[in-house]
Structures are given as structure tokens and as C-alpha cells.
């Protein structure tokens, strides 16, 4: 079997088996130098054993009922966010038919009966799925935060609890990076790089977070052929009870958990810039200003955005001298400070 993973799927069809794809690097738990040292270097990577001492995954290798006992021994009464999926949805947690809406529910309510109700549930035929997603845990567990420290993470760094059933989250990105820790049952990530973007079919930017229209597991690639590129640039992790795994911001992910019981927390960081420095809202402003223009002047933006932007080493204005470069040079902060006072000032004069 080649790198790509192509096999003989059902029906003599040819599918891509997401089993078969490069692993995500691994290595053992890591100094705070040593994991900035693996921020800097933008690529994901699998940490064996980081939660070793952490209570909750003492309790999540018993048994569901152990940590549900855990974490509702904790319960201050602040409600939760829960996601339910019909059993029809086959625990697929994207879109619906029309890409308007999602395809499941979303509200809040109690920890303790949502923590009930997914463990009844358990071995239930056409059971609907039900989760506990992105739930704070400084505000709604702190007792946890304090018994399972991360010392990886600056203090204002707070986690977020995962728990629910055999729920597959379709292929997405965070504007943060991501370090996901698994306490209960197995999780499995297929991860794409940021450039294959253009290959997943995303779908509207508008109802976020946009999710990838392909389903890795059983790509319709007459639908999506551009998909087999992105399938030739993947890798994939699983992970045990204990495991973490970094994600690099905009790394596009699939999730997928194993178990019929599984729980996870992770940690958000590093999306920093904020006003005329937020690169989403600067993107959407890239939008609202190129996406209209002709052919030539597309064309020059272009140019200009690779040569000054996005390009290596200055060399398009390694001719001028450095007290002249301006903002094509390095900015110290005073000037970085006025050139944002002169943009804000001109959107003002626009109606912006």
C-alpha cells in the first residue's frame, strides 16, 4: 500500500483509508522549554503519558461511572453546554442538508443529569449522541482545574471538558492552537495541513466554525476529487487514555471518538492579535477589498502580497535603506502604534 492509503472499498469502489496514513510524530512528556520549542515549530505532535498524575485520569481508566462520579462530586449547578445528534446522524456532528444549519441540537443544562443521561445511554440501540462539549471548567469545575494542573499552560490558559459517546466532529480549524488531552476512552484525529484548505471543500465562512464537506472515513471523491490531495498530505494520531496531542493553529482536523464513553480536555492558546492586528478580520477586509477587482489589479495585489507579506528574508526591499523601509522594514511598536492610528483613521473617513 502506498503513502496516499488508497484501498478497494465497498462495491469494488476505490476509497482512502485514513488508517493507513502517516503517524503524528510521537514523544514522552516535556519540559516548559521543551513544548515552546514544539509550538515554534508548527507541527502536531503526540505526547504519551503527559496527565499521568492527574486524579481525573485515575478515575477514567476505572470504569464511565468513576469519573461521571468525579466530575459530579464537583458540580457547582452552572449549566453546561450539551450537543445532541439523532442515532440516524451515525454521531456525525456537522452540517445539515442545506449548509445553513448544523446537524444537531444544541442547548444548555444540568452537568450531573447530562453526565446521567450519556451514561444510561451506553450499549442502547439507535441511541441518540450526546455530549458535553467546550464546557469551561474554571467557571463551572474549578475544583478540577485545581486538582489536574497543566503546567505546560500559562495560568490564564483555562480547559475546556469533552464528554460524551462515539462522536465524530467533521474536519475543522481553530484560530488558536490546541493541545487535546485525553482522559477517558480512545480518540482519533486525522489532521490536514493549513495549505490544504482549497481540497476540503470548507464550507460558509459565515456559520462558524466552517466545517469541511468530506467525510474522511468514506470520501465521495466524484464529488470532492480534489479531496485525494488532501488525503495525500495527512497524518493521523490515536489517542490513549493519558496521550496529548498539539495542534497548530489553522491545522485542519478530524475527530473521531472510539469509545462508547469518552472524555477530553483541552487547552485554547495563541490567538493574540486583536483590532487591525486580527488576521481573520484583516482576511475578510482582504475580501471585502480584492475579490471585486479586475484581472490586472488582482493580479498586482498578489504580487505585492508575496514579495512584502509573505515572502522570506525581505529581499524585494533589501535596496532601500533601513531608516527609509517603512512598513516593508521591522516595525518597532511606536510605529506600529501610528501606523494603526493611520489606518483607523482612514476606514473612519471611508464609513467603514
Known amino acids: 500500500m502506498d503513502g496516499g492509503g488508497v484501498i478497494s472499498g465497498q462495491g469494488g469502489g476505490e476509497a482512502l483509508d485514513v488508517d493507513a496514513l502517516p503517524r503524528v510524530a510521537s514523544a514522552g512528556p516535556c519540559s516548559t522549554s521543551e513544548f515552546e520549542a514544539i509550538v515554534q515549530a508548527e507541527q502536531p505532535l503526540v505526547i504519551r503519558g503527559l496527565l499521568d498524575r492527574w486524579p481525573a485520569l485515575v478515575a477514567g481508566r476505572q470504569s464511565p461511572a468513576a469519573l461521571n462520579a468525579y466530575l459530579k462530586a464537583m458540580d457547582t449547578g452552572a449549566p453546561v453546554p450539551v450537543m445532541e445528534a439523532p442515532a440516524s446522524s451515525g454521531g456525525r456532528f456537522g452540517y445539515g442538508a442545506d449548509l445553513r444549519e448544523f446537524a444537531f441540537s444544541k442547548r444548555q443544562a ?32 474549578p475544583a478540577f482545574v485545581r486538582d489536574n494542573p497543566m503546567p505546560l499552560m500559562p495560568a490564564k490558559v483555562m480547559p475546556r471538558l469533552w464528554v460524551g459517546g462515539p462522536v465524530r466532529t467533521q474536519t475543522h480549524n481553530d484560530r488558536d492552537h490546541n493541545l487535546a ?3 477517558a476512552g480512545r ?35 466524484a464529488r470532492f476529487p480534489r479531496y485525494r490531495d488532501a488525503h495525500a498530505a495527512a497524518q ?10 498539539f495542534v497548530p493553529k489553522y491545522w485542519w482536523h478530524h475527530v473521531t471518538s472510539l469509545a462508547p464513553y469518552n472524555a477530553m480536555v483541552n487547552y485554547w492558546w495563541g490567538d493574540t492579535g486583536v483590532g487591525l492586528e486580527r488576521a481573520n478580520d484583516v482576511f475578510l477586509t482582504a475580501l471585502l477589498a480584492f475579490k471585486d ?30 531608516g527609509l523601509k517603512g512598513a ?24 467603514a
Open 293 to 322: 477587482l479586475p484581472p490586472g489589479e488582482r493580479a498586482y495585489w498578489r504580487a505585492m502580497f508575496e514579495a512584502h507579506v509573505f515572502a522570506e528574508g525581505g529581499e524585494a526591499c533589501a535596496h532601500i535603506p533601513d
Open 236 to 245: 493521523v494520531a490515536w489517542l490513549e487514555p493519558g496521550d496529548a496531542l
Open 110 to 141: 444540568g452537568l450531573t443529569e447530562t453526565l446521567d443521561r450519556i451514561e444510561h445511554l451506553l450499549g442502547w440501540p439507535d441511541a441518540p449522541f450526546v455530549a458535553i462539549q467546550m464546557l469551561p471548567l474554571a467557571s463551572c469545575l
Open 181 to 183: 488531552c485525553v482522559i
Open 328 to 351: 516593508l522594514g521591522p516595525m518597532s511598536p511606536s510605529f506600529r502604534e501610528t501606523l494603526k492610528r493611520q489606518l483607523k483613521m482612514a476606514f473612519l473617513k471611508g464609513g
Open 187 to 221: 480518540r482519533r484525529f486525522v489532521l490536514f495541513p493549513p495549505t490544504q484548505v482549497a481540497n476540503l471543500y470548507v464550507g460558509p465562512l459565515d456559520n462558524p466554525p466552517p466545517l469541511s464537506l468530506v467525510d474522511p472515513e468514506a470520501p465521495d471523491l
